[in-house]
């Protein structure tokens, strides 16, 4: 999957959350959500989170590899 379509799904199931238990501070939960959603492929250089944080990406790609303990 890409950036995008991990935020895509994301959003859908934070939106489908949300309307079922109604938390509290909703559009937070969905950034946390879109955040979290893009953190498995952080050890991936090229990913959209991985090039923003490049030496974090590096290091987890190093050390643990491709779809590790991070996936």
Known sequence: MLGRTHILFAVVCGLF???LFHPPLTWLFIGITVI???LPDLDETNSML??????????????????????
């Open 50 to 71: 991985g090039r923003r944080i490049k030496p974090v990406s590096w290091f987890l790609k190093f050390f643990l590899g491709h779809r590790g303990i991070w996936h």
């Open 36 to 38: 979290a959603t893009l």
């Open 17 to 19: 959350y949300t309307k």
